[in-house]
Every structure is written in C-alpha cells, then in structure tokens.
C-alpha cells in the first residue's frame, strides 16, 4: 500500500517527484540534478531545479553586471561572499554567490544569456584571487590544493580543494546553477578567503574528473575574484 501511494504520488506529481526519485526525468533534469551533486531535491523541487537551467535573466545594456541573482538570506555565522564573473573581456556576464559555513561551500552562479556557448562547462576554484589577466585568467594560477591531491572528483587520489561539479550552460548561454563542496572551507587559513584570496574559474569545456591536470576542461573563459 505504501508503495502503492508513493507511485500515485509519483504519478499526480508529475516530474518534480520524478526528479525527487531520480530516474525517469533524468534525461531531462540531468544537468540540474548532476550539479546537486546526488543530494535529494526536496519533494517540491520543480521550480527550484528549473530555476538552476531554465530562468533566464535579462540581458544588461552597455555590459553592466547583471541584477543580484536571488539568495536565500544567511542564517547566523554563514559567511557569504558576491562577486562579478568576468568574461573573456574583462565585462561581467554574471555573478557568483558564495555561502559557506564550517563544513561545506555552496555557490549560486548566474551567467547571462549569450556569453557562454551552450553545453558543460568545467568549474573550479583556483587558487589566487586575481582575474586581471582578461581572457586568459592564468593569473588565478591552479587549483587550490593545500592537501597535494590529484584532480577529479571521480580520481581515487582526488578531489582536490578546487574540483566542483560541472555547470550547464542553456541553448541560450545562460546559466543559473548551485554547485557545493564539502572540500572546501570560506576562511581559515587554507580557505577561500586566505591571504591571497582564490578565484572561481569557468572552463571552455566540461570537465571529465579524472584525467589530469583538469579534465580535459580547456581554456578558462570565466573568472570571479573571491576575496
Ligand atoms: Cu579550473
């Protein structure tokens, strides 16, 4: 019986439970899901998960930074941090949202309509907090990897600090994603927020996470300073 009205549930709730179950809308919400890195949705995640592919934001005239993308208040001792995504040019395309407490990171990035090309792409963070050098952004240097691990998420001697799920970038160019990671602290001295600050970098391509020394993930096209 129970099992009987889980399926009803399954039935009358349409995708949203789908999604909740993890199988048969897979194809459809794989980017969304993938990016919650297998963590359960809640029960009423449909607008949540289409919020992370499927919400476009109004371009912004003359490459403006684009308005602050939506995030929930931070509770009591939750550290945040906002910062511009710098495209290949140096003008902001979107905005990253960091929230971190003593165990986990999480990162809302939101990328406009029209600066990214449509698929996966690879997103790290990297070790120092400069994006001066537009378009080639190696000024960001590697990885964060205080713990010398190799790279990948899926690597047996990985993650290292740096490695995040991949972000899916919609036929319009756009991205609104939350991605997390348990290997990585805002502050302390190994944090995101230490001495010379760190950089969350978007690659051209998705990242495989095993092969070295990135997973194939190419060219950086996106950087924000995390300070
Ligand atoms: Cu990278």
Same mark, same amino acid.
């Given at each position: 019986?129970?099992?009987? $009205?889980?399926?009803?549930?399954?039935? #009358?709730? +349409?995708? &949203?439970? @789908?999604?909740?179950?993890?199988?048969?809308a897979l194809a459809i919400a794989g980017p969304a899901l993938a990016q919650t890195h297998g963590h359960s949705p809640p029960a009423n995640a449909g607008p949540a998960l289409a919020q992370t592919h499927s919400q476009p934001i109004p371009a912004p005239a003359g490459g403006q930074a684009p308005p602050a993308a939506p995030v929930p208040p931070a509770p009591e001792g939750i550290e945040t941090v906002q910062a511009p995504l710098l495209g290949p040019t140096g $003008?902001?395309?979107?905005?990253?949202? #960091?929230? +971190?407490? &003593?165990? @986990?990171?999480?990162?809302?990035?939101?990328?406009n309509p029209g600066t990214l090309r449509p698929g996966w792409h690879g997103a790290h963070f990297h070790a120092v907090g400069d994006c001066s050098d537009h378009g080639q952004f190696q000024a960001s240097k590697g990885h964060v990897n205080n713990l010398v691990k190799k790279h990948g998420l899926l690597h047996p001697e990985g993650p290292d600090e740096g490695d995040l799920p991949n972000i899916f970038a919609a036929a319009d160019g756009s991205v609104n994603a939350e991605v997390s990671s348990l290997a990585i602290r805002m502050l302390g001295p190994n944090g995101l927020r230490d001495a010379d600050g760190s950089a969350l970098v978007i690659h051209a391509n998705e990242d495989d996470h095993f092969n070295q020394p990135i997973g194939n993930a190419g060219g950086r096209v996106a950087c924000a300073v995390v300070r």
């Open positions: 019986m129970r099992r009987f $009205a889980s399926l009803m549930a399954l039935a #009358i709730a +349409g995708p &949203a439970l @789908a999604q909740a179950y993890g199988y048969p $003008a902001p395309i979107g905005q990253i949202h #960091i929230r +971190g407490s &003593a165990n @986990a990171t999480v990162v809302r990035i939101t990328v």
